[in-house]
């Protein structure tokens, strides 16, 4: 019986206009591909999202298309985004803080697969200096 394989994530920056930070790959191309495993998809277990400067940040995270905050698609760490269409910039006043020279983490169970339609997970920080990292676990369909 075949097993998913346990992976770190990033560290990554989050950026101050929507970006992706973590989306699963695909399997396409090789020689004598088996039939029917075509798509990666992430087991996420544990998030850490970590502040490198002297004042404190707020962020949020979606999950939703490339590089976008859609509405109703928060998870985790929620916020509001203005801009676009699609919203790419954090609203004042919401998301999650994060304290100077510190950490906020999450540990849970999300899936996130390659063949979803909304297949990344996105987000925007009100200021540059926040990390994201975290484990899980990768396998395929």
Same mark, same amino acid.
């Given at each position: 019986?075949?097993?998913?394989?346990? !992976? *770190?994530?990033?560290? +990554?920056?989050?950026?101050? *206009?929507?970006?992706?930070?973590?989306?699963? %790959?695909?399997?396409?191309?090789? +020689?004598?591909?088996?039939?029917?495993?075509?798509?990666?998809?992430? +087991?996420?277990?544990?998030?850490?999202?970590?502040?490198?400067? *002297?004042?404190?940040?707020?962020?949020?995270?979606?999950?939703?298309?490339?590089?976008?905050?859609?509405?109703?698609?928060?998870?985790?760490?929620?916020?509001?985004?203005?801009?676009?269409?699609?919203?790419?910039?954090? *609203?004042?006043?919401? %998301?999650?803080?994060?304290?100077?020279?510190?950490? !906020?983490?999450?540990?849970?169970?999300?899936?996130?697969?390659?063949?979803?339609?909304?297949?990344?997970?996105?987000?925007?920080?009100?200021?540059?200096?926040?990390?994201?990292?975290?484990?899980?676990?990768?396998? +395929?369909?």
């Amino acid at each position: 019986m075949a097993a998913n394989k346990t !992976v *770190t994530f990033g560290p +990554v920056a989050i950026p101050t *206009t929507a970006g992706n930070l973590l989306s699963p %790959g695909t399997t396409t191309g090789g +020689v004598n591909m088996p039939e029917n495993v075509a798509n990666l998809y992430y +087991v996420i277990r544990h998030l850490r999202v970590t502040n490198r400067t *002297t004042a404190a940040i707020v962020f949020g995270t979606w999950l939703s298309t490339t590089a976008a905050a859609t509405a109703g698609r928060e998870v985790i760490w929620s916020a509001t985004a203005t801009g676009g269409p699609p919203a790419t910039t954090i *609203t004042a006043g919401t %998301g999650v803080s994060v304290p100077a020279q510190s950490f !906020v983490e999450w540990f849970g169970l999300m899936r996130i697969s390659a063949a979803d339609t909304n297949k990344f997970l996105t987000g925007i920080a009100g200021a540059t200096g926040l990390v994201i990292e975290g484990e899980g676990e990768i396998g +395929v369909v």
